[in-house]
């Protein structure tokens, strides 16, 4: 038997021996019945034997791949769509060549397993389609909603299904309209909003920052579905961390609302507070305030790994945040927060002089050759001690030590004029780098930005700093890059919410 089930399917075999090995046995019938590139004469002829013989399991699973087989005609494919095996339905209901008039008749066949089969054929008649719509199997509708190529007005009336997994589904593929919105069931509900986009859920927000689902209201409050500073101050008071937090990381959320969060015992909303970027400088102060001096995990979080690296994201945030003051920033180093590296620190502009210039000194000391750079070293170690402390950081942004013109083009309190004396002599090529960091400067003088903006360089760069004179912002908010121009004028838009409240942005 083994040589003939090889020969069955070998791929030389002739048709006229596949017509002998099907004659003798029904298991070789079945192995000739589920070849691909059967003659479609062959295929009519085992589909005749089989179904004119008494009903036997192997005549049905004959049957059976003969219904799957690309070379059965339309017209044995209507006869076997009225086949009482429920599997030989089935296959007819996805087969390519199944006539029309046969598939209406499997839209109304008793069997759930056959009607699903057909909603997920590859082609699905329009009309078909429709009478699936009001099946009494939710499998069947479910199926009908996750075609491919389901048609909008299908989805939009299966928008309001008693299924909760089909409105899910519709919600997903943006179809529910409002009706997922306010759904009864907030699975339904959450989907919705997930997949709503700013103008679709304004409408709504009022009634959503109550919803009873937290997993809702933290969704409405996500920045890529709520620009409205009054929701969002809704919800930046919500009872539930996870809304809070959520509310805290969005970048409209009024700074009053941003504040106040920044007294906040959850470490997640800490967080998000401290890394958004229009967070207000009294709102990071506040959380450097709790920040414990000498910091120790162990001791300050007590539920472990996840607490840590909370703990160390807030810390981290707060040391590269553009907006924190100078003071706080000072507070925080004097707390000796772990990881703390100078290097680092050197390219944040808003580290108290004294301190940039003794990170820049204590990081480059062992770097510095003898000569010109070690006479710059001693001049500028000597001048912190007497001089101002603006001038010292001149001072160094004409020093030949690379890294203390670094620290210097990068500090806020170092004099726009040796700024501005500094772009107009540097190599842009040696010196890039060190020009992003003057881009980033509060200091920098608004010329110079605009004139990098105009030339559409180092917006990157510009758009990290919280004071980015307005008329700047214009120039990149109008500019050709999608990304930049939509950042723009989105701070700008943030600042003209919170106008007269906090400045500048």
Not at 37 to 43: R, T, V
Not at 176 to 187: H, V
Not at 390 to 398: C, K, P, S, Y
Request: charged share 25%; glycine share 4%; hydrophobic share 40%.
């Amino acid at each position: 038997m083994e040589a003939l089930v090889s020969e069955a399917w070998r791929s030389r075999t002739t048709t006229q021996r596949l017509r002998e090995l099907a004659r003798e046995d029904p298991r070789l019938a079945r192995i000739v019945a589920s070849r691909i590139g059967l003659p479609a004469e062959l295929a009519e002829e085992l589909a005749a034997r089989a179904g004119g013989a008494d009903s036997g399991e192997g005549d049905v699973r004959t049957l059976r791949a003969l219904a799957a087989q690309p070379a059965t005609q339309p017209q044995r494919l209507a006869l076997l769509a009225r086949h009482p095996d429920e599997q030989v339905r089935r296959a007819v209901a996805v087969h390519r060549s199944t006539p029309k008039a046969a598939l209406k008749e499997l839209a109304t066949d008793h069997s759930p397993v056959v009607r699903q089969a057909l909603a997920a054929r590859e082609q699905l008649p329009g009309k078909l389609a429709t009478v699936l719509l009001t099946d009494t199997s939710a499998q069947v509708r479910l199926t009908l909603a996750r075609r491919f190529d389901a048609r909008p007005k299908h989805l939009r009336a299966l928008a309001t299904d008693p299924e909760p997994r089909i409105r899910r589904v519709v919600a997903a593929l943006g179809y529910a309209d409002g009706d997922g919105l306010t759904d009864g069931d907030p699975r339904v509900r959450r989907t919705a909003v997930d997949r709503c986009g700013i103008e679709q859920l304004a409408p709504h927000l009022d009634r959503l920052v109550h919803d009873p689902d937290v997993e809702v209201r933290a969704l409405s409050a996500h920045m890529r579905r709520n620009h409205n500073p009054a929701a969002l101050a809704v919800l930046a008071a919500d009872p539930q961390p996870a809304v809070r937090s959520s509310a805290a990381g969005n970048w409209y959320t009024p700074a009053e609302a941003l504040t106040a969060l920044a007294h906040e015992a959850d470490l997640a909303v800490l967080a998000q507070v401290s890394d958004n970027p229009f967070t207000p400088p009294e709102a990071l102060a506040a959380i450097v305030e709790a920040v414990a001096t000498d910091f120790d995990y162990d001791r300050y979080c007590d539920r472990g790994n996840a607490d840590k690296s909370l703990m160390r994201n807030i810390i981290d945030h707060l040391l590269d945040h553009p907006a924190i003051p100078p003071q706080a920033l000072r507070a925080l180093h004097a707390k000796n927060p772990p990881d703390f590296h100078e290097g680092n620190a050197m390219s944040r502009p808003n580290w108290p002089p004294d301190l940039v210039i003794q990170f820049g000194l204590s990081y480059c000391a062992s770097t510095v050759d003898e000569g010109e750079e070690r006479r710059s070293y001693t001049e500028i170690d000597a001048a912190r001690r007497t001089e101002p402390l603006d001038q010292v950081l001149a001072t160094m942004l004409r020093s030949p030590i690379h890294h203390l013109r670094g620290a210097a083009a990068a500090n806020r309190h170092t004099p726009p004029q040796a700024l501005a004396e500094y772009v107009a002599t540097a190599d842009p090529e040696t010196e890039e780098y060190h020009l992003d960091d003057v881009a980033k400067n509060p200091a920098t003088p608004p010329e110079i930005l605009a004139t990098w903006a105009a030339a559409n360089e180092r917006h990157y760069e510009m758009l990290k700093n919280p004071y980015l004179p307005e008329s700047v912002l214009q120039i990149i908010a109008a500019g050709d890059n999608d990304l930049y121009a939509e950042r723009a004028r989105q701070m700008l838009e943030i600042r003209a919410h919170r106008a007269g409240t906090q400045a500048p942005c």
